[in-house]
């Protein structure tokens, strides 16, 4: 297990941009895959993004080309660069990895006008 922290949510206008931190309680560097996970009010959690300490990456078709997720691996933290939002994106951010069997509290996303 290790724990993953969110941050970096909050109110922005549509077509605005946030970064999302998802800190790590250890090293990153042995984690494979560090994914991005979000959930809207009534409805179920979605698959939004990962990296993997190879350095490959995959987006669920509607954020591809307005998201980016990276890795810091001296700084614990996998980040979500969020470019271009859009009120459907509003949710609650979740970062995650398979090895956990947990999820945290995550960071509210709001986008509106």
């Known amino acids: 297990q290790v724990q993953l922290v969110e941050s970096g949510g909050g109110l922005v206008q549509p077509g605005g941009s946030l970064r999302l931190s998802c800190v790590a309680s250890r090293s990153i560097v042995n984690i494979y895959a560090v994914g991005w996970y979000r959930q809207a009010p009534g409805k179920q959690r979605e698959f939004v993004a990962v990296r993997t300490s190879g350095g490959t990456t995959k987006y669920a078709d509607f954020v591809k080309g307005r998201f980016t997720v990276s890795r810091d691996n001296e700084k614990n933290t996998v980040y979500l660069q969020m470019n271009s939002l859009k009120p459907e994106d509003t949710a609650v951010y979740y970062c995650?990895?398979?090895?956990?069997?947990?999820w945290g509290q995550g960071t509210q996303v709001t986008v509106s006008s």
């Open positions: 995650n990895t398979p090895g956990n069997s947990y």
